[in-house]
């Protein structure tokens, strides 16, 4: 069993950036692709970036792609996605997510966090 835990969340001006990281425990970390998602009130949950078990392969939705670099250190179990250029319409609560079959948009993930609130002012 894997337990996910965000951070990195808070309020940022419009421009600014921010990195959310997602630790886990309980498990063999490595063996996971990691998904970023997020949503936003009344807003459906939408794909934000995703990330192979091994680090070497990326995705990223096109409305984050150039301004959004995900990441992971299996030494410290923790993946990351650094956000830079946020626009306001990037609040939303960011989770994360963990599976073995994938990391894209439309994989299946077993295991996945609290969230963190995001909130980019204009």
């Known amino acids: 069993q894997v337990q996910l835990v965000e951070s990195g969340g808070g309020l940022v001006p419009a421009g600014g950036s921010l990195r959310l990281s997602c630790a886990a425990s309980?498990?063999?970390?490595?063996?996971?692709?990691v998904g970023w998602f997020r949503q936003a009130p009344g807003k459906e949950r939408e794909f934000v970036a995703g990330?192979?078990?091994?680090?070497?392969?990326?995705k990223y939705a096109d409305s984050v792609q150039g301004r959004f670099t995900i990441s992971r250190d299996n030494a410290k179990n923790t993946v990351y996605v650094q956000m830079n250029s946020l626009k306001s319409e990037d609040t939303a609560v960011y989770y994360c997510?963990?599976?073995?079959?994938?990391?894209?948009?439309?994989?299946?993930?077993?295991?996945w966090g609290q969230g963190t609130q995001v909130t980019v002012s204009s």
């Open positions: 997510e963990a599976g073995a079959e994938g990391w894209g948009p439309f994989s299946r993930y077993d295991y």
């Open positions: 990330i192979s078990p091994r680090g070497g392969i990326t």
């Open positions: 309980g498990g063999t970390f490595s063996r996971y692709g």
